[in-house]
């Protein structure tokens, strides 16, 4: 791509750097940007250039946060005794906007996954261990993603945690809402019967 | 989409103000900033800032400019007596990246479409025709999309061209490189058989 100007040329590479980004898109972007008012380009920079100037991560939970404690740690009316435990920020996101979830979180950064060398020590799992013996935690719920590194994740930190009187469960696994049966996969039908739930629970959890 | 950080939702929203971008993409692309060195964000936030500051469109041919002339326009290698018409700015970059034509331009703005309630007097049609008065201009060319609009828009600017002596074409219509005869519409392959090229001039120029 040839530009008639170097400003331009500048901020479509650096869109371009964005991922899922390409030159055409970003270009898109930027004369998009160059369209509007000033007041409204100065208002998208500074929200970019404050986020990462501050935000900080919550020392308790790690989540991302504007203090040093997150509204959830911060907040007396959440269950501060039960702790849900997820890969990232975004399953956080993603808990959080079903309203349904009224504890903690505990953000491992990452599960443990040999081939990608990611292991346990690069993980927030012994912050987690520290929190659960230092605070009166009473439940552990596992939120991780249904794959052979998220089961290993579960197998490592509850192996840690035996010696510690505990409740620890995890996300039913199962026919999603709108999925089809017969469209399932063998292992997650596998799973929904293993682990049926009696329709009393089903009717009055719905 | 519920965030536990205000500045995190605020870079968010702004992300999914651009076109063709929706809230799990910006928080996708937020998300991949705060990774990155507080240096690297700050060059994409002020590369976004100072574009949007300092563009200036070529007072000529209307093209994104660092100067009040675009170094098109001010460039002494190009034939300055050539003039291509585009719709935008992107058809500019598109034709350039060719590396081809070695003419100016001249940006309309956009192209006579009275379904959408633009006439000629919103686009740089007039100050085209006093290029074309006061500078020497010897051939002019159309490179507009194909449609009635476009052909509306050819049509308007010859009218008004026809008392001065000028070369006009336009660029050709045809077959794509890579496409087929067997899918090609009616009207492509009708015009590409009328204004069918001699081989001497296809292999010559190909």
Redesign the interface.
């Known amino acids: 791509?040839?530009?008639?100007?170097?400003?331009?040329e500048?901020?479509v590479?650096?869109?371009a750097?964005?991922?899922?980004?390409g030159k055409k898109?970003a270009?898109?972007?930027?004369?998009?940007?160059?369209k509007?008012d000033?007041k409204?380009?100065?208002?998208?920079?500074?929200?970019?250039?404050?986020?990462?100037?501050?935000?900080k991560f919550?020392t308790r939970c790690h989540?991302?946060?504007?203090k040093t404690l997150?509204?959830?740690c911060n907040n007396p009316m959440r269950k501060q005794e039960m702790i849900c435990v997820v890969e990232n920020?975004?399953d956080?996101?993603a808990i959080?906007?079903t309203?349904q979830f009224n504890g903690t979180y505990h953000v491992l950064g990452g599960i443990i996954s040999p081939l990608d060398g990611i292991g346990p020590d690069q993980l927030q799992i012994d912050s987690l261990i520290d929190r659960i013996k230092t605070e009166n935690t009473k439940e552990l719920i596992f939120a991780l993603n249904p794959n052979v590194q998220g089961d290993t994740t579960i197998y490592y930190i509850s192996k840690k945690l035996q010696p510690i009187e505990i409740k620890i469960t995890t996300i039913a696994r199962g026919i999603a809402f709108g999925g089809e049966l017969e469209y399932a996969d063998e292992m997650t039908l596998a799973k929904s019967i293993t682990n049926r739930i009696s329709v009393q629970n089903y009717i009055t959890s719905g």
Not at 27 to 34: A, C, F, G, K, S
Request: negative net charge; glycine residues 2%.
């Open positions: 791509m040839i530009f008639s100007s170097s400003l331009l500048n901020a590479n650096e869109f750097k964005l991922p899922g980004i898109t270009l898109r972007l930027v004369l998009h940007l160059i509007q000033e409204e380009v100065h208002s998208f920079s500074s929200a970019v250039s404050t986020l990462r100037q501050e935000i919550c989540n991302i946060s504007d997150c509204n959830i920020i975004r956080v996101i959080e906007s309203q």
